[in-house]
């Protein structure tokens, strides 16, 4: 029997929820190749026909904050009125994750999804009309145009003629002729309407000299009654810095790109604690080009002499002193062919000098700019490549990197107090003194089980301004976040939303007689719920958590077995237990898909074999090591058994390959051979696999390779075993819809690593597979990057490592766990 309630939370449209005695949980799979999945949704047996409504259950408060002050995302833009403080509507997406607009009322406690009328749910900005103090006037900034709504959000209207003109990310007020515009920045321009015009206007535009980046927030400056706009032009990873003067609606005088003077030196220079040479050698002797090692020496002096006497004169060098921590590098000497005003990052140990000579001046390679809403000759801009704070007070004809404050920053920002702000993946940071000192701003929580949280690293998207009239705001991966003036500590604004990406739902019956689900997650390593999403605890001391996953993957539940099985890239998990405890497993090659035998009449109980698919060429051996826990030899190596087929001897698992489609190779003799001789060698009755996977079940472009990877006595086994197809788990990353924006340099001193889950990693019981060591720190959560930057094959270890590749993530290590 079902009954039916109504709910009109949903920013006034009426929702109606069926509920049923029995209900299942689903995740939604986006279309194409794509393998991540959208949220996890909770919908009633039976109802599928009667159209019911799907209600989110998560993940949400991620970290269990006794207070409901957790994380969850996925979150670009905010925006609040001074006069309504509580009232907040944010947006954002994150590959194919798209929250349409979210909105509270009681300031960030709980949160209503608000899109009617916003066909693209991909938000980018979101903005109030500056003469609307109560908040009811919204703009969206998304990847086809502006939304407008002048009812709460309750019901939105597409700009059309906004539609042709790429994604709107950001708007702030300007005037235009000294009369008062709304502006918006668009793809390749930007937009502006009359500040008094009636609601729904049409937009006008200002051509750019080439594309803005999608998460860039609109930095402008007014003097006497005329606003300009300092923008980077031509890429989030390294555009070239503009001003940009309005002179009409549909007109701008574009300065740029700005360039440093060329200067002529007479002398050298001497650059104490900076170096040249920076993530340029591989070795204390083998670097790049431009960079010649002469040698060691004892002092500067001796280094300085010996540069002197070098030809072709150099025009810089750099000297590693005998410091010990320098390592092998101490005692260097280093002349280089070129000097470049951006090329000094700063180390502790080094100096470096620049030859006499002419240097020609550099064009601003900036990643994120901001102006100085004061004086538009001040601002800050981030480093493309380097990713680090930059700042000038003269408009760009000279620059200098803020040297206090040497840690990865992407957006930059100055309040309209003269406050300075940096944020990325590193964290968010406020100095208060015009750069002298920075503060770390910190996102703390209170866990159920006694522990403290204290939260540095996020993935943040943006520094809002105008928050709640001359406010700041944080938007992340991670949540919403609120500066407090009067402290280091950021205010949570996150409440119960639930809005994160999550890649899989993998679900186990539990002893309370509800339902344990295990969750792939973007943005946050492997989550946990044991009460059917109700919270969000994950594991606890002394369990065996999958941590070594990290961010990604994907896997399933196996019926009612309690049986569960997780994979990503080389690796792949398994528990007994439904989810409390894992082993971890590793495979001869990346995966493409999960299958496993089902019970006869079943379309669910697992009947012992499991099998994937692998990316290996045709005719190449797989090798590799297995292990069995159905009475095989642990370690014992694979060795070719049959022409289609691969052998772990002895082992009960086989591995099979085919250079046609899988189906024909199950369809081939020496294929059922195979399988047969392997199935009988274990003890138990042939499988039929001829019809098995039809063309049909198959994806396109997925690996021709079938791999049993373990044959177990979780449950009788028969020779009327169905195999029938599971899931595609070949989830690693999704492709990218907008840049994430974290990569440090291989310049990049040495950092950690740290994972995204929020609790210890433990290791567990001896399953089927091999276990994963336990690290030796409890690891909390791993930021994630630019999502279409390159991923390391090497499982997340929670250890010291060297400085990484420029297109890896930056690994950072500021958060702290202590019982309260």
């Known amino acids: 029997p079902r009954r039916t309630s109504t709910d009109s939370r949903e920013g006034g449209e009426t929702a109606t929820t069926v509920r049923s005695q029995r209900s299942v949980l689903l995740t939604l799979l986006l279309p194409g190749s794509l393998p991540a999945m959208l949220k996890i949704v909770l919908l ?22 006794q207070n409901g002050k957790g994380e969850a995302g996925t979150l670009a833009c905010a925006a609040s009125p001074a006069k309504n403080p509580d009232l907040i509507y944010a947006g954002g997406q994150n590959n194919g994750v798209s929250s349409g607009i979210i909105k509270s009322v009681d300031g960030g406690k709980h949160w209503t999804r608000n899109s009617k009328g916003l066909w693209d749910t991909r938000i980018l900005g979101v903005w109030l009309h500056p003469d609307a103090p109560t908040g009811n006037h919204v703009f969206a900034g998304t990847h086809s145009g502006v939304y407008e709504s002048t009812d709460g959000a309750a019901s939105w209207t597409l700009c059309k003629e906004t539609a042709a003109w790429g994604f709107v990310t950001s708007f702030r007020a300007g005037l235009i002729g000294g009369e008062p515009y709304l502006l918006a920045n668009s793809e390749h321009g930007i937009l502006t309407r009359r500040r008094a015009a009636s609601a729904f206007s049409a937009w006008q535009r200002i051509e750019s000299p080439g594309g803005i980046a999608n998460n860039d927030h609109l930095s402008v400056v007014t003097t006497g009654g005329r606003t300009e706009v300092l923008t980077c032009i031509g890429g989030w990873g390294g555009g070239k810095l503009y001003y940009a003067s309005l002179d009409a609606p549909t007109r701008a005088t574009w300065s740029g790109p700005l360039k440093l003077p060329d200067r002529n030196y007479t002398g050298w220079a001497t650059y104490p604690g900076q170096s040249l040479i920076f993530g340029r050698c591989s070795s204390p002797t083998a670097c790049g080009e431009g960079v010649r090692p002469i040698g060691v020496f004892d002092t500067l002096g001796a280094c300085q002499a010996a540069v002197n006497k070098t030809s072709p004169p150099p025009r810089g060098y750099t000297y590693q002193s005998k410091d010990p921590t320098l390592g092998g590098y101490a005692g260097h000497c280093y002349a280089l062919s070129a000097f470049g005003p951006f090329d000094l990052h700063p180390q502790k140990g080094v100096a470096s000098g620049r030859a006499p000579g002419f240097v020609a001046g550099e064009e601003i390679d900036c990643s994120n700019a901001a102006v100085d809403p004061r004086d538009r000759d001040h601002f800050l801009f981030s480093r493309g490549g380097e990713f680090r704070t930059y700042e000038s007070r003269d408009g760009g004809r000279t620059v200098s990197r803020v040297a206090s404050h040497d840690v990865g920053a992407f957006f930059v920002l100055i309040d309209s107090q003269g406050w300075y702000y940096t944020a990325t993946q590193d964290g968010a940071f406020v100095s208060r003194d015009g750069g002298v000192g920075w503060e770390a701003l910190h996102v703390v929580m209170h866990s159920r089980d006694g522990r403290r949280i204290d939260r540095v690293p996020h993935d943040y998207q943006r520094i809002v301004p105008d928050f709640r009239g001359d406010g700041i705001a944080f938007p992340s991966d991670q949540g919403l976040h609120i500066l407090n003036r009067s402290s280091d500590n950021l205010t949570s604004a996150v409440g119960d939303m639930r809005n994160t990406m999550a890649l899989s739902a993998i679900l186990s019956p539990n002893e309370q007689g509800s339902r344990s689900l295990v969750v792939n997650l973007w943005d946050w390593n492997v989550g946990a719920s044991w009460d059917d999403g109700a919270t969000w605890a994950g594991w606890a001391k002394g369990e065996a958590s999958p941590g070594s996953c990290g961010e990604g993957g994907g896997g399933q539940g196996m019926g009612r077995s309690r049986k569960a099985i997780m994979f990503h890239r080389n690796h792949f998990y398994n528990s007994s237990d439904g989810g409390r405890n894992w082993a971890r497993g590793n495979l001869p090659a990346p995966m493409g898909a999960f299958v496993y035998a089902r019970q006869p009449g079943s379309r669910t109980e697992p009947a012992g074999a499991c099998f994937a698919l692998f990316s290996a060429p045709a005719g190449q051996v797989l090798r590799g090591r297995s292990r069995s826990s159905a009475g095989g030899a642990a370690g014992a190596p694979y060795r070719r058994c049959s022409a289609a087929m691969y052998l772990p001897t002895p082992s009960r698992s086989c591995f099979g390959r085919s250079t046609g ?160």
């Open 44 to 65: 009633p047996v039976g109802a599928f026909a009667a159209g019911a409504d799907w209600a989110r259950i998560g993940p949400w408060n991620i970290f269990d904050d």
């Open 661 to 820: 489609p899988l189906y024909h190779a199950c369809a081939s003799s020496a294929a059922r051979f195979a399988f047969s001789s392997a199935a009988a060698a274990a003890g138990s009755a042939s499988l039929s696999c001829a019809s098995a996977i039809s063309a049909s079940r198959l994806s396109k472009g997925l690996t021709r390779t079938l791999t049993p990877l373990m044959e177990t006595a979780w449950v009788g086994r028969s020779s009327l075993s169905v195999l029938t197809a599971s899931i595609r788990v070949s989830a690693s990353k999704p492709p990218t819809t907008r840049p994430k924006t974290v990569c440090l340099p291989s310049r990049c001193a040495a950092d950690l690593k740290v994972m995204k889950n929020w609790e210890p990693f433990e290791s567990g019981p001896e399953l089927a597979i091999e276990t994963t060591p336990r690290p030796s720190w409890r690891s909390l959560f791993e930021i994630s990057s630019r999502k279409g930057f390159p991923h390391s094959d090497t499982p997340p270890d929670p250890e010291p490592v060297g400085s990484p590749p420029c297109t890896m993530k930056l690994r950072s290590s500021r958060w702290n766990a202590r019982p309260s």
